[in-house]
């Protein structure tokens, strides 16, 4: 093969036998060395055979060819940081983000598990008793495997459902929970990590308990590399939750020995630059390791617009000890939503994403990303908040507002909607409905997150007669993703099983950084070096 050559010579290597191979064919074998040598021909070929003799020497064997580029073996299991396969039971530094409502399912926790990775079941939004169900299908699925985890959603408005969470993952001993839209650090993520916290025979401090802090900012980010806060850790004490000794050793390792830079994702996101970010907290942690003196190191993972080879290769090549993906598996054949949906993202297109007022944190004004394609939630989502910022009561909207609302939104009168709140709310947390009878405007504002709660179940039943106000969580990635798999046996979601599209995504970016490493020796590659096509990976 005719190519350009800039590179130095690297040595030299003596061929046995004349035996080369195209770059594409070898850059995907990633778990062999490559040699780039001069032939005398002219040419640059590549093999993976031979002997290499590093500088001259005098004579040069009459079959020794000068090396102009070299390239280790770089296996996918290579990739992200060696603690978080060995802390994790894990194979690969490669996880599958939690999605609310159990669109993270059961199934694709398993899936993830036997295939060597880790993924966190879709929590938020669940009650108590689906999450029990959930923990109960998992471990009986994979006895004695410790490669999967919960979500613990953030919850300001009603935090006793964090406290209830949290008991019941520890009475089950889920191990790996990934902690979700948190401003603050809370008494309950410290209390789960903080039970079961003991001495090991070397002195240092061994945790049960694992959190992946998943967050957009910086200063949140140290929050969660330092110990936990001494004024928590009093008040458990105090109220008997934790002992002496389990306090002592929490002021010894960071609340998060995993921190996710979550950049522009689906769902709750401040929409930030992923690498821009990851490059600021690694900043932080570097700084915070040199204060604190940990003996263990914390790990930094890249989530947000992870959906190819080539934003992953970017990730790792940037320092990620790990990197997660969300949107993409949702269009998975093991996601818990509806074959409509799974369709609506497989058509997604990079620019068919918009910001939406969220249900959980309404009032607050949080805010979530959304799919716009196809659905009119986003629109209709923005006007629900705006009247409630402009009005102190239901009663208070223009007539014809309240009628449009009811009849296009609810397709159902205030009255009716309220009922059925009051009966979700008397048995998950009544506290909400005494505040409401007090402040008109947080009763409205129940309402409204009736409409935008329903809005994800319509979506995750596929209830055909709401689809223009299906509200799916969408980061710009599925577009991304699509036009990487057009054409291929993964274009149809219904080839899309997330443990093959988890190993797709890292074989490829240990063959794109290999080419990309190849590159910068100086060895101009064909465009298709650069380019990993799918494959019916087993698994």
């Excluded at 690498?275 to 700084?287: E, G, K, N």
Aim: charged share 20%.
């Amino acid at each position: 093969m005719h190519l350009k050559i800039k590179a130095p010579t690297l040595g030299y290597l003596v061929l046995e036998e004349e035996q080369y191979f195209s770059p594409l064919s070898l850059l995907a074998n990633s778990q062999a060395p490559i040699f780039a040598y001069l032939h005398p021909s002219g040419t640059v070929r590549f093999t993976f055979t031979g002997r290499f003799i590093m500088g001259a020497t005098d004579p040069l064997p009459s079959n020794a060819c000068p090396v102009v580029g070299l390239l280790p073996a770089l296996a996918p299991h290579d990739l992200g940081c060696p603690t978080f396969l060995d802390t994790h039971a894990v194979m690969y530094a490669y996880v599958a983000g939690a999605m609310a409502g159990g669109i993270n399912s059961t199934e694709m926790v398993i899936a993830m598990a036997k295939a060597g990775m880790l993924s966190f079941f879709g929590a938020g939004g669940l009650d108590l008793n689906r999450i029990e169900q959930a923990i109960v299908t998992i471990q009986a699925a994979i006895p004695g495997q410790e490669n999967y985890g919960f979500n613990l959603l953030s919850n300001p408005i009603s935090p006793q459902i964090e406290w209830d969470t949290v008991n019941l993952y520890l009475r089950y001993g889920v191990c790996r929970i990934e902690a979700s839209a948190f401003t603050q650090i809370t008494p309950a993520l410290v209390y789960y990590r903080v039970k079961g916290l003991k001495r090991g025979e070397n002195q240092t401090v061994i945790a049960q308990n694992h959190i992946f802090a998943k967050l957009s900012r910086p200063e949140l980010a140290q929050q969660f590399m330092e110990p936990p806060p001494l004024r928590i850790l009093e008040q458990l004490l105090a109220d008997r939750l934790i002992s002496q000794e389990e306090a002592k050793l929490a002021l010894e390792i960071p609340l998060a020995e995993d921190i996710t830079a979550e950049g522009d994702s689906g769902g709750h996101t401040d929409r930030m630059p992923t690498l821009a970010l990851l490059s600021a907290i690694q900043s932080v942690r570097d700084a915070v390791m040199a204060q604190r003196n940990y003996t263990r190191r914390i790990r930094i993972g890249a989530a947000g617009g992870i959906g190819t080879p080539t934003a992953a290769a970017a990730a790792f090549t940037a320092g990620a000890d790990y990197v997660v993906t969300g949107s993409i598996n949702q269009s998975c054949v093991e996601a818990g939503t509806s074959e409509i949906v799974k369709e609506m993202l497989a058509e997604a297109e990079i620019n068919q994403t918009e910001m939406a007022p969220a249900a959980d944190m309404f009032e607050l004004g949080a805010q979530v990303q959304v799919l716009k394609n196809r659905t009119l939630f986003p629109n209709r989502a923005k006007k629900l908040y705006q009247i409630y910022r402009n009005y102190p009561s239901w009663p208070d909207i223009p007539q014809q507002e309240r009628e449009d609302i009811e009849k296009r939104y609810f397709r159902s009168s205030f009255e009716q909607v309220w009922q059925g709140v009051q009966e979700y709310f008397s048995l998950r947390d009544p506290k909400q409905l005494i505040k409401a009878a007090e402040q008109p405007k947080h009763q409205m504002a129940l309402v409204f997150r009736w409409y935008l709660g329903l809005s994800s179940r319509w979506a995750q039943q596929g209830t055909s007669d709401r689809a223009v106000d299906f509200q799916i969580w969408c980061g710009p990635v599925m577009g991304s993703f699509n036009h990487w798999v057009k054409g291929s046996f993964m274009e149809s979601h219904k080839e899309r099983y997330v443990a093959v599209v988890a190993l797709n995504i890292l074989h490829g970016a240990a063959a794109v950084i290999r080419a990309r490493m190849l590159s910068m020796q100086g060895v101009s590659l064909p465009k298709e070096a650069f380019q990993f096509e799918p494959r019916r990976f087993e698994v």
